[in-house]
């Protein structure tokens, strides 16, 4: 019997950013990274340990957006195209480093990577990830959570019910379009909860969410056991909260494992440091100096300027990769043998973290996940691994109260997507809520080009309301691209709110508009129905 | 397969009215210590405002928000109250409150040189969020039952009624315009 419990959860969300007015995007190439770095290595190893039959236990919580683009025919063509680039520079990249002691064993590090995972996600995968992940929820390695469905920041959404409402209800259609099942839990986007939010989520069958520690630690009335146990709200919905100090040891850049010197340099890249003759075709786009994922160097010391950076030595990072597993693995174990003696019963630990770090950011991550994973499994007995959902079943009485209103932004609450770079967003927003609760009441019956155009309505609505805009105007990095992305979106939602109401739809530009703000195929506007007009339906029960 | 359509031709030459035309004013919850209230003044509604008061009168007004704290875990409840002058050209505004855990909602109109304040529109409440552990200890444990739990949805059977499921909401409410000027016609306090 184990003394306590770690739920290690990943959220794994992007923007819906796909651009087929462009041949090449940048923000596109977020998801092509993600996908190449992140998403695909973490699968690969997750499969291999199942195959290997370790016994681990994670919590994957992927965005209806990641899950969209993932599915998507074009992005999916694309994605090959980076890929087969990416594998065509690194076979250069082979030649050219030939006989070069340093180097040579690094290019090939990269070439073998990138051809493993272009075999993994073609051969094994089908072009097709969310596969691999519904296989692996259905042999009990992973439990897929969800979130809103283009990650709205709800505290600031729910002023109308009924946008919250769309926004999970949404989600969880699409979720169980993939995967075949309704999801058990959901991550609140930036781990936003705001008071009543609950109502929302109960209605729609959701048995858990997740806070950031603050959440729950200022639960009233006062949680009995911290962050180390869920509470319980009145109308039955489970609350577990992130562990400050789990957290830390991952996340910090400074105090943080991936900060360690012998990783790998996120910085040095071979798109800026090689000739531009050499590079420009391999660039995204093409000639444009950029990242490419090539990385030679180690962070090589706190203070280590680019241009002193030493030599990566992957047999050394991935000795600090096995070491900080056996690390975090201790600490853990310390963690719950103190806790479970405080608290009379195992405590669990939440650590959630963002899926990008590991493998973009933090080269090691997937490898140190890996490890930690086999060595929770192999050489210890204090600690088990298990999913949020697990927990619960294991039938612990749960205390009743109510999380604060908070979200894991700076500053701990709802400033970052309200702010004055963003606030001008909020009444289009809500106006547009009300508009689209207005129409989808009126036209509930309507079939045909009206109830498309309703539907690319709502698509639009629900794309404008996601947290990354006004998220991107704080931080001030590709701060135009996000005021656009929201301006669009309302811009067309409002020329389709004009053309409903007046019954006039150009059912041509909508074509075009279906084509490129393409994601949920099988949306219902009808989500947005004023809710007084609407009824709660038992429509399925979950055997879990 | 790059498709051969532009951000403008998606856009349809539209771009977002500054203005929508409506009377509305709405709360949002910052912090534990700052609420963002944004409003419109319909031109019909300050129209009608110009006509009804004497000119004298209206040019010596200002546009105030008022911000309602109510009691403790009582919502509806007023507790107390404090006013913000405000530019006139000021569509929104940060409100500093300083009571984490409270419900607000503000009021937004125009103090005339009586220093009566005039009411026009009425926000949703909000709570602050909390900044510290609760001082309330009362347990109250429960067992879930989860595997029993139902999953409801709305999705597809928008039209099935039962009166007795109805659930009320508490909506963002937005007065109509003859409840406002019925209200304009006398000081709120």
Same mark, same amino acid.
């Given at each position: 019997m184990p003394q306590g419990f770690l739920s290690i959860v990943l959220h794994a969300h992007l923007p819906y950013v796909r651009h087929p007015e462009h041949e090449y995007s940048l923000e596109e190439k977020w998801y092509y990274e993600a996908m190449l770095e992140c998403y695909l290595p973490l699968l690969r190893r997750m499969e291999n340990m199942k195959n290997e039959g370790i016994n681990f236990r994670l919590t994957f919580s992927i965005s209806p957006t990641l899950l969209a683009m993932m599915e998507d025919n074009l992005l999916r063509d694309r994605f090959k195209r980076y890929m087969q680039n990416l594998q065509n520079l690194a076979h250069r990249e082979e030649e050219r480093t030939?006989?070069?002691?340093?180097f040579a064993p690094l290019a090939r590090l990269y070439r073998e990577h990138f051809d493993q995972i272009a075999e993994y996600y073609h051969q094994r995968c089908g072009e097709r990830p969310s596969r691999i992940l519904k296989e692996l929820q259905n042999d009990g390695f992973v439990e897929v959570i969800t979130t809103a469905a283009t990650h709205g920041y709800l505290p600031l959404l729910d002023i109308q019910k009924e946008s919250a409402y769309a926004q999970v209800a949404a989600s969880i259609e699409y979720y169980t379009d993939i995967m075949g099942e309704p999801p058990r839990g959901i991550w609140l986007p930036e781990c936003a909860y705001n008071y009543g939010l609950e109502e929302v989520l109960e209605e729609l069958g959701l048995q858990y969410f997740l806070t950031d520690t603050h959440g729950l630690l200022y639960a009233a009335p006062r949680p009995k056991y911290g962050v180390f146990s869920p509470i319980v709200t009145n109308n039955g919905v489970a609350v577990f909260a992130r562990d400050a100090e789990t957290s830390k040891q991952v996340w910090s850049a400074k105090e943080g494992y991936p900060g360690d010197f012998y990783y790998r340099e996120f910085y040095r890249d071979i798109g800026h440091d090689l000739s531009y003759d050499y590079i420009k075709d391999y660039l995204h786009p093409p000639?444009?100096?950029? =990242? @490419?994922?090539i990385k030679y160097y180690?962070?090589?010391?706190?203070?280590?300027?680019l241009d002193h950076k030493q030599p990566y030595i992957p047999e050394i990072a991935r000795e600090k990769a096995a070491e900080h597993a056996g690390n975090f693995m201790f600490n853990r174990e310390k963690q719950v043998e103190y806790l479970s003696e405080v608290m009379g019963r195992p405590p669990i630990i939440i650590a959630p973290y =963002? @899926?990008?770090?590991?493998?973009?950011?933090?080269?090691e991550g997937p490898l140190w996940l890996d490890y930690l994973c086999r060595k929770i499994d192999k050489d210890q007995e204090n600690i088990k691994l298990v999913t949020p959902g697990d927990y619960l079943d294991m039938g612990y009485p749960l205390q009743v109260s109510t999380p604060s209103s908070s979200s894991w932004g700076d500053k701990g609450y709802h400033e970052v997507w309200l702010n004055g770079k963003n606030d001008w967003l909020y009444p289009h927003l809500h106006r547009g809520a009300r508009d689209m609760i207005h129409l989808a009441t009126e036209h509930s019956d309507t079939e045909g080009v009206m109830e498309r155009a309703l539907t690319q309505a709502a698509r639009e609505l629900l794309l404008a309301q996601s947290s990354d805009w006004p998220f991107i105007m704080t931080v001030g990095t590709m701060d135009e691209y996000a005021e656009n992305r929201a301006h669009d979106h309302l811009v067309r939602f409002r020329r389709l709110v004009e053309q409903i109401s007046s019954g006039n739809i150009d059912v041509q530009w909508l074509e075009k508009l279906e084509n490129v703000d393409n994601l949920y195929p099988h949306l219902d506007f009808r989500l947005f129905q004023k809710q007084e007009t609407t009824v709660p339906v038992e429509v399925a029960t979950i055997e879990k | 397969m790059e498709l051969q359509v532009s951000r403008e031709e998606l856009n349809a030459g539209g771009s977002l009215p500054p203005f929508y035309e409506e009377d509305v004013l709405v709360l949002l919850p910052r912090d534990p210590y700052w609420l963002h209230a944004y409003w419109e003044i319909s031109s019909a509604t300050l129209q009608w405002l110009v006509e009804e008061w004497k000119r004298e009168e209206w040019d010596s007004s200002v546009r105030q928000i008022r911000v309602y704290r109510h009691l403790w875990e009582k919502e509806g409840e007023i507790e107390t109250f404090f006013d913000v002058e405000l530019p006139p050209t000021a569509g929104n505004w940060y409100l500093e409150v300083s009571q984490p855990d409270y419900y607000y909602h503000v009021e937004f109109g125009w103090k005339k040189n009586d220093g009566k304040f005039y009411s026009l529109l009425s926000s949703n409440t909000v709570r602050t969020p909390r900044d510290r552990i609760s001082s309330i200890i009362d347990e109250n444990w429960t067992l879930p039952d989860w595997k029993f739990r139902r999953l409801y949805r709305r999705i597809s059977l928008f039209n099935i009624s039962s009166p007795e499921l109805i659930r009320e909401h508490p909506h963002f409410s937005r007065r109509k315009n003859q409840d406002l000027r019925n209200k304009m016609k006398g000081p709120a306090v």
């Open positions: 030939a006989g070069d002691a340093t000639g444009l100096r950029s =990242d @490419t994922g180690r962070i090589s010391g706190a203070e280590a300027p =963002d @899926t990008e770090l590991f493998g973009h950011w933090w080269f | -």
